[in-house]
C-alpha cells in the first residue's frame, strides 16, 4: 500500500504562484496531479515518470505549470505560475506502480492523497 501525503495548498490571487508537495510512502514509476473543482470531473493535470523524468500536461496548464521530483524524498512537486481563478479546485496527487500514459484517467492510478485546496482569486 502506497500512501500519499500532500501539501503546499492555499489562496493566491490571479497571477500569483503556490508550490505542490507530495510525499509518498514508497517509490511508485508514475506520479500525477489531478485536480476537481465543484461540481466537475476530476481531471489530470501533470504526470512524471519517477525513472526518468518524462512528463506530460495537460493543455490547460501548458508554459504555466511544472512537475518536478526529488526520488531521495519519493517526493513529486507542482509548481503553479501565473495562476487564474479557474485553477482553484481541490488538488490530488496519485500514483501508481506501472507507466501511466495519457491521457490521464482516474482509473490508472490506484493510490491518491487526500487532497490539498487551491483557490484563486480575481
Known amino acids: 500500500q502506497v500512501q500519499l501525503v500532500e501539501s503546499g495548498g492555499g489562496s493566491v490571487q490571479a497571477g500569483g504562484s503556490l508550490r505542490l508537495s507530495c510525499a509518498a510512502s514508497t517509490y511508485t514509476l508514475t506520479m500525477a496531479w489531478f485536480r476537481q473543482a465543484p461540481g466537475r470531473e476530476r481531471e489530470g493535470v501533470a504526470r512524471?515518470?519517477?525513472?526518468?523524468?518524462?512528463?506530460y500536461y495537460e493543455d490547460s496548464v501548458k508554459g504555466r505549470f511544472t512537475i518536478s521530483q526529488d526520488n531521495a524524498k519519493n517526493t513529486v512537486y507542482l509548481q503553479m505560475n501565473s495562476l487564474k481563478p479557474e485553477d482553484t479546485a481541490m488538488y490530488y496527487c496519485?500514483?501508481?506502480?506501472?507507466?501511466?500514459?495519457?491521457?490521464?484517467?482516474?482509473?490508472?492510478?490506484?493510490?491518491w492523497g487526500r487532497g490539498t485546496q487551491v483557490t484563486v482569486s480575481s
Open positions: 496519485a500514483a501508481a506502480q506501472s507507466f501511466v500514459k495519457y491521457p490521464l484517467q482516474r482509473a490508472d492510478f490506484p493510490y
Open positions: 512524471i515518470y519517477t525513472n526518468g523524468d518524462s512528463t
